[in-house]
């Protein structure tokens, strides 16, 4: 089975060549030049632009991008699993459902098949981590969607940003208007509901925000992966980090970078958490 993910996983391309996944990137412009997420263009990039004071915009992925790769696996005979960015978020799993018909009309044979994760970042990427350990692990087709369809239901996010109002200007946030008001000195945080981001909680600085995070770790009974992502913020990447390893049994904690579309519409100083929630 070939694994297929997109750029919205925040997965390095290094990481994903590593593990024979095949990364469909989205697109970013800014200035008028296009370029192809994580390919092009890096996530200090974005956020340089986003400094001098540039919105960034991200397109989709199309069809035709998805037809290429699919095509090729197809012809080899091999089944594919494309593990998808929200599409609460993007009309980048649209696009693939169009391309995966394109190919079943002159292929009706081809097994494809695309899962909506509803996550981002590294929500969708430890996704597709387990994913790539399922199928390493010698699993048939049919078991490793099952756990991947079950992986998409245990995942959790939670955000903090420094800029609300960049964020829900994007488009990208979910019920956000009313919670707007209010927020000097507050740091927000928020969650992905059904695919969307959705404000949480109000917080009085970046101390009490991570407690929040910790106590949601601690109350969903977490005891296995934490990973940590973040945009230009380094430090407050590594507090929250401090603060999971001193106040919870969690031992495996990894950081890493927003990626460029992810960080396009978060802009500076976001700080982000995900793992699995088992229990439920």
């Known amino acids: 089975m070939q694994l297929i993910a997109d750029s919205c996983s925040d997965i390095s391309v290094e990481e994903l060549d590593r593990m024979e996944i095949e990364m469909i990137p989205l697109k970013i412009t800014i200035d008028d030049k296009d370029y192809l997420d994580q390919f092009d263009i890096s996530s200090m990039e974005v956020l340089d632009a986003i400094s001098e004071g540039k919105r960034p915009l991200t397109s989709q992925a199309n069809p035709e991008d998805f037809t290429k790769v699919f095509q090729k696996y197809v012809e080899r005979g091999e089944p594919v699993l494309y593990i998808a960015f929200s599409s609460e978020l993007s009309g980048t799993y649209q696009s693939a459902v169009i391309a995966k018909d394109t190919i079943l009309d002159d292929h009706p044979d081809a097994d494809i098949t695309i899962i909506d994760t509803k996550a981002a970042s590294y929500g969708l990427g430890l996704i597709v981590e387990r994913a790539h350990g399922y199928v390493e692990s010698g699993l048939s087709k049919d078991e490793v969607i099952a756990k991947v369809e079950k992986d998409v239901k245990d995942i959790r996010h939670f955000f903090t940003v420094d800029d609300l ?116």
Do not use: C, W
Request: glycine letters at 10%; hydrophobic letters at 35%; charged letters at 20%.
């Open 165 to 280: 109002d960049y964020l829900a200007k994007g488009g990208r946030l979910s019920k956000g208007q009313a919670f707007l008001g209010g927020l000097l000195n507050i740091k927000p945080l928020l969650h992905v509901e059904e695919g969307k981001l959705v404000p949480l909680e109000k917080h009085r600085g970046t101390k009490k925000v991570h407690s929040s995070m910790v106590k949601h770790l601690i109350a969903d009974n977490v005891t296995r992966e934490v990973h940590i992502t973040q945009a230009n913020a380094e430090a407050q990447a590594e507090q929250l980090k401090q603060k999971i390893l001193d106040g919870t049994t969690i031992t495996d904690v990894r950081i890493s970078t927003i990626g460029p579309t992810i960080s396009s519409h978060t802009g500076n100083g976001t700080v982000a958490m995900f793992y699995f929630n088992e229990g439920v």
